[in-house]
């Protein structure tokens, strides 16, 4: 495996000037600047959106070690009631919406142990969520109404907090309404959908901060994602990346398009798959990056599999780009609901193509909501399982990486009724470990598919 270095140059020039843009330091006593232009204002300042019982501001002394330090302030909420944040509208359509947890200690309040759910009017975000860690919870909602309420629910006898917060308008052409889906189909109604970013990969490249992305994403390298990176070689090209009509810079950075995860070896027979943990009862909506900066002429075909369906059948990036190297282009595919808690994306070479070869550039992974609007935890596999209804379930069991066609397939039929609970279905979803004679890889991966 050999890591070709990049340099970080990179321009974030953008027409787009978010009409909506609140950014807030909750607990803060005084605003915070961000990468140059980036103000999130003081707690005090922010108070006319709150409505809350308690005027609780905690702050740490602690060193967090981060370039961007909303974890050293924290507004709390106590359980005895909801609080809400009501922020004002100005242009309808999708937003940001970005929270911020670090839990800290404090002197009255264990923050460590804090157990609450968030919700906006017609979407719950997080339920019975408890932050041991800092992490920041990405979301993309997509609002109609004049304002938006974003609603802290403390669960019995605990308690809520929030270190930071963010509601900024996104482009309305970054996420579009149509995608594609199974067995060649169109899926329709992304524009209603809220989302939630499950993974956001630079593929071949290091990790691009926030303040090197224009929309303040974060992206981070694949290599900890691939099952075998031994079988993976990193390139960048930054000067073959041009702009045409494939993808605006507010899509994803140059950055991005300018790295790849690409075969270590062209010449043999094999896949690049990634693993990602998902949560049951979801579709998620993914979106590819491709940029050629690794072929000679743009004759280039590969397959994209997304546990082990082909998502885009027939794909070849070279007629989508009109025959040109360089030039950036996405695809989005939804896939069906998830059953299992695994998700594997892989990339693997066409015999019909010139060069024998796969690359992918950059990936996200976006949870959809589920039929009652909800984002949060485990839902209900499937709403179409009652009494009088039964449902073929179809085991395939397949070698992940390896072979020319990598499956070989199992059928079981089993009925299935109203009172089965999600959790026998996920019985059925197993990941064995076997030897597998003459083969590279000895992992087999089992779906369950209806």
């Known amino acids: 495996m050999s890591i070709v270095s990049i340099f970080s140059v990179v321009c974030l020039s953008s027409a787009f000037d978010p009409p909506d843009n609140y950014l807030i330091d909750c607990g803060s006593p005084t605003n915070t600047t961000v990468s140059g232009d980036r103000v999130f204002i003081a707690d005090s300042l922010a108070s006319k959106y709150l409505s809350t019982q308690a005027n609780i501001l905690a702050n740490s002394s602690r060193e967090w070690g981060f370039d961007f330090l909303p974890y050293r302030t924290a507004r709390i909420f106590l359980g005895n009631s909801s609080s809400t944040y009501t922020f004002p509208i100005s242009q309808p359509g999708r937003h940001w919406i970005r929270f911020y947890f670090g839990p800290f200690a404090h002197t009255t309040y264990n923050m460590s142990i ?174 590819f990056h491709f940029c050629d900066i690794v072929s000679i002429k743009s004759q280039l075909h590969f397959y994209v599999f997304v546990n082990f369906t082909d998502a885009f059948p027939g ?15 996405y695809m989005d595919f939804v896939t069906a609901l998830a059953i299992g808690r695994t998700l594997l994306i892989s990339i693997g070479p066409s015999t019909t193509s010139e060069d024998h070869n796969a690359f992918l550039n950059g990936l996200e992974i976006m949870k959809m909501n589920n039929s009652v609007g909800s984002l949060s935890g485990v839902a209900d596999v499937g709403p179409s399982l009652n009494a009088k209804s ?51 890889f000895s992992k087999i991966t089992c779906i369950i598919i209806t």
């Open 114 to 287: 804090a157990k609450f759910s968030v919700s906006t009017q017609n979407h719950a975000l997080l339920a019975n969520f408890t932050p041991k860690v800092t992490v920041m919870k990405e979301y993309s909602i997509n609002i109609s109404s004049s304002s938006l309420i974003i609603t802290f629910t403390p669960s019995e006898n605990s308690l809520a907090f929030i270190n930071a917060l963010e509601l900024v308008s996104m482009p309305d052409t970054l996420i579009t309404n149509n995608a594609a889906t199974t067995k060649g189909g169109k899926f329709q109604g992304l524009f209603s959908q809220a989302l939630e970013t499950t993974a956001r990969l630079n593929m071949g490249g290091p990790r691009i901060r926030f303040y090197d992305d224009n929309q303040w994403r974060d992206w981070v390298p694949d290599t900890t994602f691939l099952t075998d990176p031994n079988l993976a070689f990193f390139t960048s090209n930054m000067k073959a990346v041009k702009h045409r009509d494939g993808a605006a810079r507010d899509t994803a950075p140059d950055l991005v398009y300018s790295t790849a995860t690409i075969m270590s070896n062209p010449h043999a027979n094999y896949n690049l798959t990634w693993e990602f943990t998902v949560d049951p009862g979801f579709k998620y909506l993914i979106r």
């Open 315 to 329: 794909f070849n990036l070279s007629a989508k780009n009109s025959l040109v190297l360089g030039v950036p282009y």
């Open 390 to 440: 039964k449902t073929n379930i179809g085991l395939i069991v397949g070698v992940s990486v390896g072979v020319p066609v990598a499956l070989a397939a199992v059928l079981l039929t089993h009925v299935m009724h109203g009172d089965v609970k999600e959790i026998i279905l996920k019985n059925f979803l197993k990941t064995a470990f076997t030897v597998v004679p003459n083969l590279k």
